[in-house]
């Protein structure tokens, strides 16, 4: 049972997202107090009015606090369990309800934290786009916004990186790095030669970790935060649902398939294009070759059919390196069936499968749980079936180009015929598989999103982000810089000060500080209006709105008056209402300026569609290494003879913000692996929130597990540093973690105050050990595996483009 709400200072909702429990419950309140009508009840939404009227005592009091008290609840636990997270944001107060106990406090106040970091990287200032945006409709808008903040949610839930607020990057061998940064480079290269002359960064997705950064050297360092949110909205924008148990695919060669073929009477079906064909112009491969997936059909009964002396039949688990791993689900088409020989009995069946399973052997933890069928396992269970292809089709260079925020329902793009039936001849030579598939249609489509990432000279620098699908799980992105990007700093600048005069946060100042303050955002203000002036339209009256108020001479007085004031004096109406004029024109300058969508431009679209081709068609040889590398990017098998007892750990370069941790593959069966996963997600906060009261050396023992967390400082060199100055925390101090504010940063300068920025590193490592683990033992482990993890992670290690 749980609620998000975001509301104003005049009781307007400007967000809602709950879920049927709590909107049912809310309604049958409303309901009992004769709010509503039964008959005009929807009870899987709540209505604006109905949490204004419902909530309305309890935001008012918090406005109240917040305004006059100056000392607000944090939350509010009720008697029927109900718990309340405030959080107060600009204008708007944030409201995060449980209900069923299933969401602490703890990650309440974060879920609001991270809502804010990521308003703030989609809107930057404009937080008011939220609830009342200017180029989309609410419904859209609040949609959207339900589903990046539904995805962090899913991804603090499975991903250790996003538990630990780091970036995890695929360690895949030198060679593929260096191709990766050339392909990202080449790509820079030709996406300036489009018009697009300050594109600075490319990326590479595979799922939820970094495959490959390039950046122009002119540009600045793209900040790991900024990173995680580009994750979170490309996992939104582009879903995988794969487990690594379904990636399994097999081929099927020509040779051997010997059966006489003959026609059929073969049912076309809607159909969307595969990922396999969209990907193939260019591709070496031979035309015989087609993969299919794995994954049966729900809406098929497939026959179990033995395996024929006669055919030659390749399985890419056997060719891969890793039997695990294989390749994706591709989308296929719903076609008809061909068998060439009887059923096997079911007794057949059972020995082929036992067969199979008695060759596997897993590469993680070891663990009772009982796996999902290889390609060989799914191969004996198998009808004979034929799949119909009248050829490749090529790809089109072109993508459609359109916003992010648009419904997912306007985002599918496969080609869907009506049903027809026709006959042609089916020879065995053609693959045998009807195939379904959790993926949607392989996106080929450009989508474009504004955002706002941080950099040394702006908190909301304006950024225009390009993102396409290579294949399903790959994501190409790219980031350039906006027109006027310059004043983007400059109109931050002012907003940030004409907010500090509304909220009277100041200090008492003479005749020449007041005037300097006054100097410093009129400075602003006339360089500002100066690039403006050639605007025409709405752009040029914003413009003279802002100069005529900003130019009269009794705003002036007013606000040197004000300045001279002691701390603490009530803002006079008369300068509020100028100010808040002004503040609220600027706003919408803003939002013209960089919020307002663009075409794009022919020449673009042409571009991206190349690059695309070009990184499908050099990375398809390694697809379904990445594929596997993205649910297996280190395996714990490479440790445990040399760390005895260490069943997991997580390390932490906070330097470069670098998760390193032997992945967890979960299946839907409740295993020994789940089981240790909840144990790590249950302990991980635990161990954060003890952190942050300023323990930097922690150890716990539940059961048979005994847990450990460090964290230590070094020098550039690895030398370790001793702390200077005990750390305490403060209300100004972030969260562990770097999306809601840089903990480690400001651990750093509380720790090393009289240090030079950036002259000192941390770094984290958790520990999960089994059975009888004494302390000095897991001390001298804890160094030796931080050791060997900066061998083979650290910095020199880090690809880099030397070209």
């Not at 292809?389 to 180009?401: F, V």
Request: with cysteine; net charge negative; glycine share 4%.
């Amino acid at each position: 049972m749980k609620g998000f709400i975001v509301v104003d200072r005049m009781n307007d909702v400007h967000f809602i997202d709950t879920d049927a429990d709590f909107s049912r419950h809310v309604n049958k309140q409303a309901l009992d107090q004769g709010l509503l009508n039964e008959d005009d009840i929807d009870w899987s939404t709540i209505e604006s009015n109905i949490i204004m009227q419902q909530f309305s005592p309890l935001i008012m009091s918090q406005w109240y606090m917040i305004d006059t008290a100056k000392n607000p609840c944090s939350s509010i636990t009720c008697e029927n369990g109900f718990l309340f997270v405030f959080k107060h944001f600009s204008d708007l107060l944030i409201i995060a309800i449980n209900g069923d106990g299933s969401e602490t406090e703890d990650f309440l106040t974060r879920k609001c934290l991270v809502f804010i970091r990521l308003i703030q990287f989609l809107f930057g200032p404009v937080s008011q786009e939220i609830g009342r945006p200017m180029f989309t409709s609410k419904p859209v808008r609040w949609d959207f916004l339900r589903r990046i903040l539904t995805t962090w949610v899913d991804l603090v839930n499975k991903e250790q990186a996003f538990l630990m607020e780091a970036v995890e990057r695929l360690h895949v061998n030198q060679m593929l790095n260096e191709q990766c940064i050339e392909l990202l480079r080449m790509g820079v290269i030709s996406i300036q030669a489009a018009g697009e002359k300050h594109t600075q960064h490319a990326l590479l997705l595979v799922n939820s970790k970094l495959l490959a950064l390039y950046s122009n050297y002119s540009a600045y360092e793209l900040n790991a935060a900024d990173i995680l949110c580009i994750i979170i909205l490309m996992r939104e924008l582009f879903p995988t649902n794969e487990k690594l148990e379904d990636l399994f695919s097999h081929s099927y060669s020509n040779k051997g398939m010997s059966v006489t073929s003959k026609p059929v009477e073969t049912k076309v079906t809607d159909r969307y294009e595969s990922a396999h064909e969209g990907l193939t112009e260019g591709d070496d491969s031979d035309d015989h070759e087609q993969y299919l997936s794995a994954v049966e059909s729900p809406g098929v009964v497939v026959k179990p059919r033995m395996k024929s002396s006669g055919s030659s039949t390749t399985s890419s688990s056997n060719n891969s390196p890793d039997r695990a791993g294989a390749r994706t689900p591709y989308p296929e088409v719903s076609e008809s069936y061909y068998s060439s020989r009887e059923e096997p009995t079911p007794d057949e069946v059972k020995d082929l499968i036992e067969e199979e399973l008695a060759g596997l052997q897993e590469n993680v933890l070891p663990t009772s749980r009982r796996r999902s069928r290889t390609v060989s396992e799914v191969e004996a269970l198998r009808s004979k079936e034929v799949r119909l292809d009248s050829g490749k089709p090529s790809y089109s260079g072109r993508g459609r180009s359109r916003s992010c925020l648009e419904p997912h329902a306007m985002r599918e793009e496969g080609s869907c015929g009506e049903e027809t039936t026709q006959k042609r001849p089916v020879s065995c030579q053609e693959n045998k598989d009807q195939v379904s598939s959790e993926f949607p249609a392989a996106e080929t489509g450009l989508i474009k999103q504004t955002v706002f990432l941080t950099t040394p000279v702006c908190t909301y620098a304006p950024y225009q982000l390009h993102c396409q699908r290579i294949f399903p799980g790959m994501v190409l992105v790219v980031l350039s810089e906006m027109p006027l990007i310059n004043q983007a700093s400059r109109l931050v600048q002012v907003l940030q000060l004409l907010k500090e005069l509304l909220n009277g946060s100041k200090d008492a100042v003479n005749c020449s500080q007041g005037q300097m303050v006054y100097d410093i955002i009129n400075s602003q203000l006339v360089k500002i209006l100066f690039s403006l002036k050639h605007a025409t339209g709405h752009m040029q009256k914003l413009r003279n709105d802002v100069k005529s108020k900003w130019d009269s001479e009794e705003l002036k007085t007013q606000i040197l008056s004000f300045l001279e004031q002691v701390a603490g004096t009530d803002v006079p109406s008369s300068l509020e209402r100028s100010l808040k004029f002004l503040r609220n024109k600027i706003l919408e300058i803003f939002v013209y300026l960089y919020l307002n969508p663009r075409p794009l431009s022919e020449a673009m679209e042409v571009t991206m569609g190349e690059i695309r081709a070009r990184i499908a068609k050099k990375l398809s040889d390694y697809r379904e290494y990445l594929i596997v590398k993205a649910q297996r990017n280190i395996t714990m098998t490479s440790y445990i003879v040399e760390f005895p007892g260490l069943i997991h750990f997580i390390y932490i370069n906070r330097r470069t913000n670098q998760i390193t941790a032997p992945s967890l593959n979960i299946t839907s069966d409740v295993d020994a692996t789940q089981y240790l996963k909840d144990k790590i997600w249950s302990k991980v906060p635990w161990m954060l929130q003890k952190l942050y009261a300023g323990c930097i050396s922690i150890t716990a023992r539940e059961g048979d597990f005994h847990y450990s967390y460090f964290l230590w400082f070094e020098d550039l060199s690895g030398e370790p540093k001793v702390i200077q100055k005990p750390y305490q925390p403060d209300k100004n101090t972030p969260l562990p973690g770097i999306l809601v504010g840089n903990f480690y940063r400001s651990l750093i300068q509380k720790c090393f105050p009289n240090s030079v920025p950036g002259s000192v590193q941390c770094n984290e490592l958790f520990m999960m050990h089994v059975g009888l683990a004494p302390g000095h033992y897991i001390a001298s482990q804890c160094r030796q595996l931080a050791a060997a993890l900066w061998d083979t992670t650290g910095e020199a290690f880090t690809p880099i483009n030397l070209l």
